[in-house]
């Protein structure tokens, strides 16, 4: 074995021996799991169609405020997927529940029959540390006939428990994210049936 090869060997094995030493990533999510309740009626339909997020948040680190108007970026705690994909599907899971509709999706395509599309611009789904989550969207709702609405959530969502754990911190925009849909679910059923 050549001396670059012993050097280059014993580089790799020191390497490894520091990743070895470091805490292994937990992965979160928003979505709590479970079996969806049966949906009793396909109406009204929702078309989940498009959820804009701050550059800040939208990346696999778990992203932290502080109150002193810090940022931290939490390597031991990531997202298991992206934002912009799973949180599509999470509002639609709370607006199926909460409409009783079995026709709500996330980003269908264009063959999908819907009475209304909605789409998400986030100002603001932040983490804050000793705080819960402060959540600012604006949200857009057209319905079929053409007539649009729009709406916009703003609150802070306290966090249950120690609000400086990330798991706690997480589960406060899990809320925040129900309580949205909440909001959009009530606009939906103040539509004029037609």
Not at 75 to 102: F, G, M, T
Request: charged residues 25%.
């Amino acid at each position: 074995m050549t001396l670059t090869a012993k050097l280059t060997c014993v580089a790799l094995i020191v390497s490894l021996g520091g990743c070895a030493g470091s805490p292994p990533a937990r992965h979160l999510t928003l979505d709590e799991g479970g079996p969806r309740s049966a949906k009793s009626s396909t109406t009204p339909s929702v078309a989940v169609v498009r959820v804009d997020l701050p550059e800040l948040i939208d990346r696999p680190q778990l992203v932290i405020r502080t109150v002193d108007r810090g940022v931290t970026f939490s390597e031991q705690y990531r997202w298991a997927e992206p934002l912009r994909r799973e949180i599509p599907r999470v509002i639609a899971n709370d607006l199926a529940e909460l409409l009783d509709s079995a026709g709500v999706a996330a980003l269908p395509g264009d063959g999908f029959d819907y009475d209304y599309r909605l789409s998400l611009d986030f100002q603001q789904l932040d983490a804050v540390a000793g705080r819960g989550a402060d959540v600012d969207v604006l949200w857009r709702l057209k319905h079929r006939s053409g007539e649009v609405f729009a709406g916009r959530s703003s609150f802070r969502q306290p966090a249950k428990g120690a609000a400086s754990d990330h798991p706690t911190l997480v589960a406060a925009q899990r809320q925040a994210l129900r309580r949205i849909a909440a909001e959009i679910a009530k606009q939906i059923a103040a539509f004029p049936k037609s």
